[in-house]
Structures are given as C-alpha cells and as structure tokens.
C-alpha cells in the first residue's frame, strides 16, 4: 500500500506537523475501536461464563505472543525501505483482533469461551512486529522535542474517543438482543480501525531510521548493557506487572460481585476515561515540573488508590471515584514511561531498543494477568486479591524512583532536560 497523501513538497517542519495531524487521527479512530475488547470483551466473556483463569489468558496469551513474534522486528524492517511499509502487512493483521470475536455465535457454546482466547491471540502474532514498527515510526516522524507532547495530545484524544465509543457501545449492548449486539459492536469496531490504520500509512519519517545490514557484518547493538535502558527496563516491569494483576479481576468483581450491568460497565470506563483525558493534558506540565521518574511514581500511587477503594466498598457508585483514579494514574505514569524510554534511546538505534521495550512490556503484561487469575482461582477471595495488587502497586511507586542501576552522568541530564523542553 502507497502513501497518497503529497506531502513531498513540505519542509521539515510541515512535515512534522503533519505527522503530528495524522498520529492523533489515527489514536482518534483507534480509540473508538478499543471499547469492544478493552472493556466489553472479558464481560461478553463472563456472560459465556468463562472461568477466572481464561479470562487471564484472554489478557495474557496476545502478551506472550506479540513478545515472541517481536523478535522478528529487526529482520523484518530491514525487508521494507521504510518503516512505514513495513508496518503495512502486520498493522492490518492486527486490527482482526476486532473482527474475529465477532464469529463467536457461530459456534457449539461449549467452544465460544475458547474462540475468544483463540480471536485475541491469532491477531497477537502480526502485533508483535507491528507494535515495534510502530514506536520506530513514532520517534522518526516528529522532532524529539515534541515526543512528550505528541503523547500526551494523543493520550488526550485517545481517551476521549474511548469514552464515546464505550458509552455508544454500552448503550446498543444494553437495548440490542444477545448475541447480534456483541456482533454488531465488533464489526463497527473493525471498520473504525481500518480508519486508523489508513492515518498510519500517510505518515512520512523526518529522518528515516537506516536499514541495518544484516546480522554480523557490524557488531550488533545491545540496549541490555546499557545502565540508562536498564533503568527503564526495571520501571516498565515493576509498573506493568503491579498494575496488569488486577486486569482480569477488577471486571470480574464488578459484575460477578457487585452485579454490574453492560450499561454500567460502561459508565465505569467513562468515568476512568473522563479522568484520563484531563490527565493526559496536564502530564507534560508535571514532568516538566518534577521529572518523568517521579511523575511515574505518583501515578501508581494513585493506581494503588484505586485499587484499595475498589476492595472496600460494597457500593457500585462509590467505583466510579475509584475508576477515575485509576485513569488518573495510569494515564500519568504511562505518558511519562514513554517520555524516559526516548530520553534514553539513542535516535541510530530505535529498532533494536525499540524492540526490547516492546518486548518487555508484552512480557510484563503477560505476567501480571496470570498472577491475578492464579490469585482468583485459589482459595483466595476477590477482595483480598485487590488488596494484595494494591500492595504490589504501592511497592512500584516505591521502587520506581531510586537509582538502582546507579546515578546518570551529567551529559544524560542534560539531554533529557532538552528533550521535554
């Protein structure tokens, strides 16, 4: 597929700006996608009652697939001249993860829980490269200055579209009948990422990241021997996982527990969304302020806020505070993780950084989901299950600000200090 926008003509700084354009109307789009599995998928799940442990692997398994499949990012990139062709074929394969889960009815009820493991992990296989492809992209196709701000406007954008399509898709699960409704949401979420993806592909890189040689005719770039990659390598882990334990539990225990409807479901994510949105445009103001550190921190602290309110209370409404935190502080830490990540990336090596950043949060992400399920599947119950993710969040917040891998050199300060300007 061809770029077809003409934007051969513009200098480098309309290019960027149109970049900029196309990124936030391809998160635009996305996030009017994202509802059908992100929210409404584990509880289309539980009404197929689905056990606590599928429904971790319904997490879990696309996680430990795209980690696999990422490995082939370098191999793959040095295929395509551009890394926007190289996202071509695997950004498309992967936006079948909105479409599949729409045959689910089609098939003997005993089989339907699994189709949807099955639906989530075929389109994990493409996602490993394109996820990698698509962070290269984003690094060469704006100044490094503007990385901050690009995320969080995208963030911003991205969690409003999330909140209409959630509340749209609330509204036509609750009144349509069971299954078409499901039906119907996948599809209108496959078309909406099909309109994403069209963005993707009239992005044009600033600078275009060389195509490496193949593998022995230069010594070979190691992210891991790097002190600042590791730091962020240990922040990304200790943030996923603490946070991704309670993904497959929060759902369960809001509808299984307390007796939430699609309907409010979808109220709950609004609310989290609504938060996230306010969050995303304040973020670069607070790192600029205080560090991306720091920042990352106080956002899993408010993440543990969260969790805790979600753990004591009996009452549906007094979730919508704790939902909104939860935005709140994931919001923040996860605009910031980006931000370190760039400020400690060298701009000749994205790929294999990339790559390895990738592959470390579809590894933590992988983690965190089983441990949960695991946890609800013993004789444990779903309260303390929250309240041991709390803890775990609470260590994150405390870990995540201590130079553990030793303190940076002085040009490495100065060099984030430019690049959040």
Same mark, same amino acid.
């Given at each position: 597929?061809?770029?077809?926008?003409?934007?051969?003509?513009?200098?480098?700084?309309?290019?960027?700006?149109?970049? /900029?354009?196309?990124?936030?109307?391809?998160?635009?789009?996305?996030g009017? $996608?994202?509802?059908?599995? $992100?929210? #409404?998928?584990?509880?289309?799940?539980?009404?197929?009652?689905?056990?606590?442990?599928?429904?971790?692997?319904?997490?879990?398994?696309?996680?430990?697939?795209?980690?696999a499949t990422s490995g082939l990012s370098a191999w793959w990139r040095r295929r395509h001249a551009t890394t926007v062709q190289a996202i071509v074929w695997p950004g498309l394969g992967?936006?079948?993860? #909105?479409?599949?889960? $729409? /045959?689910?009815? #089609?098939?003997?009820?005993?089989?339907q829980p699994w189709w949807l493991v099955l639906a989530v992990a075929l389109p994990a296989f493409p996602q490993g490269i394109s996820s990698v492809m698509f962070l290269v992209m984003l690094r060469e196709s704006v100044e490094n200055s503007r990385i901050t701000a690009l995320m969080s406007r995208r963030s911003l954008i991205f969690n409003v579209t999330v909140a209409v399509g959630t509340l749209a898709f609330g509204?036509?699960?609750?009144?349509?009948? /069971?299954?078409?409704?499901?039906?119907?949401?996948?599809? $209108?979420? #496959?078309? /909406?990422?099909?309109?994403?993806?069209l963005n993707v592909q009239r992005v044009q890189a600033l600078a275009p990241e060389p195509v490496t040689p193949e593998p022995g005719a230069v010594a070979p770039v190691k992210p891991w021997k790097s002190l600042a990659f590791q730091r962020v390598a240990f922040i990304c882990i200790v943030m996923h996982v603490s946070f991704f334990t309670l993904s497959p539990i929060i759902p369960l225990h809001l509808v299984d527990g307390l007796g939430a409807s699609e309907g409010f479901m979808s109220i709950f994510a609004v609310a989290e969304l609504i938060a996230a949105a306010a969050m995303a445009a304040l973020t670069n103001r607070i790192v600029r302020r205080i560090g991306t550190r720091p920042t990352i921190a106080a956002g899993m602290f408010v993440t543990a806020v969260s969790s805790l309110i979600l753990a004591l209370t009996p009452y549906l409404p007094v979730t919508l505070f704790a939902s909104a935190l939860s935005g709140a502080g994931w919001t923040v830490a996860a605009i910031s993780l980006f931000a370190f990540f760039s400020e400690n990336t060298p701009a000749d090596s994205l790929t294999p950084y990339s790559t390895l950043y990738n592959q470390i949060v579809m590894l933590s992400v992988f983690v965190g989901p089983i441990l949960g399920s695991q946890l609800a599947s013993s004789s444990i119950d779903l309260t303390a299950v929250l309240l041991i993710g709390t803890v775990l969040r609470v260590i994150a917040a405390l870990l995540i600000p201590l130079d553990l891998f030793g303190r940076p050199n002085r040009q490495r300060r100065a060099f984030s200090a430019r690049g959040l300007k």
């Open positions: 597929m061809e770029n077809t926008d003409d934007s051969s003509s513009l200098t480098t700084s309309e290019l960027a700006e149109h970049n /900029f354009t196309r990124l936030v109307l391809d998160i635009a789009w996305f009017l $996608a994202v509802p059908a599995t $992100a929210r #409404f998928l584990s509880v289309y799940a539980i009404r197929l009652d689905a056990s606590p442990v599928l429904l971790g692997w319904l997490t879990a398994l696309p996680a430990i697939i795209a980690l992967y936006r079948f993860i #909105f479409l599949l889960p $729409a /045959f689910t009815p #089609f098939l003997p009820e005993a089989w509204v036509w699960l609750e009144e349509a009948p /069971f299954p078409l409704n499901y039906q119907v949401m996948f599809l $209108a979420a #496959f078309v /909406f990422s099909l309109m994403s993806y």
